[in-house]
């Protein structure tokens, strides 16, 4: 079974710019979640889709945004870039259903993207 | 607010002596953790897991151990390995995943 994909792998923007990340979730996982990592802060959650519906949101500024399509790929756009949105952009999926916690929870993730804003 | 804290950014260790990795949280109300290996230029991959009605959980040479009064979580690798080397994210989820910052670990041949 292939793993999860993420593209694209590294992007360079400059500020004010908007970025458009994709994720490919393994087949037959419906949740799809998108985290931030930065150095020292470990990894952020920013949402989690499911059946193209946003489930969760953390704790992150509107310029954020995500989608899911009926295939459960995901994108996440990120709007007005700055300099502290350069980042490790991780997706991960999982066959997690509901909000009840069992073993279908556990979360595969990409390789990331890596973004630099400059 | 970090709702789960691994206050050590790095550990060294030698190859064969045991590795512990600690977590700390304080979100009481965590049904599950998980702790994830992520070696460079790979997404963290799933280590293993407990619920929090268990206080342990073993598989091969890693252990975890669930202290809920503490509110504390320590991986165990025993023995530990060159291979090893990474860094170790604990997560506690509650409708979401909470990532503490990471531990980097080195096993020294």
């Known amino acids: 079974k292939a793993g999860v994909t993420q593209t694209p792998r590294y992007l360079i923007k400059t500020r004010g710019q908007q970025v458009t990340l994709s994720c490919s979730p393994i087949?037959?996982?419906?949740?799809v979640s998108w985290y931030q990592q930065t150095p020292g802060q470990g990894l952020q959650f920013l949402f989690e889709?499911?059946?193209?519906?946003?489930?969760n949101k953390g704790n992150f500024p509107g310029r954020f945004s995500g989608r899911q399509f009926s295939n459960s790929r995901s994108e996440m756009n990120v709007s007005t870039l700055e300099l502290g949105d350069s980042a490790l952009y991780l997706c991960?999926?999982?066959?997690?259903?509901?909000?009840?916690?069992?073993?279908?929870?556990?979360?595969?993730f990409g390789p990331g993207t890596r973004l630099t804003v400059t | 607010d970090q709702q789960v804290k691994q206050n050590s950014p790095s550990l060294s260790v030698q190859e064969g002596r045991i590795s512990i990795l600690n977590c700390d949280y304080t979100?009481?109300?965590?049904?599950?953790f998980l702790w994830y290996k992520k070696y460079p230029a790979e997404g963290p991959t799933f280590l293993i897991s407990?619920?929090?009605?268990?206080d342990k959980n073993e598989d091969g040479r890693f252990t975890v151990f669930l202290n809920k009064s503490a509110k504390h979580l320590s991986l165990h690798i025993v023995p530990s390995q060159p291979g090893d080397s990474a860094v170790y994210f604990c997560?506690?989820?509650?409708?979401?995943?909470?990532f503490g910052t990471g531990t980097s670990l080195t096993v020294i041949p």
């Open positions: 407990i619920s929090s009605i268990k």
């Open positions: 889709y499911f059946s193209e519906t946003q489930r």
């Open positions: 087949s037959g996982h419906r949740s």
């Open positions: 979100n009481s109300m965590f049904d599950y």
């Open positions: 997560a506690g989820m509650i409708g979401q995943f909470y």
């Open positions: 991960a999926s999982s066959q997690r259903s509901g909000q009840a916690i069992s073993n279908l929870d556990e979360q595969y």
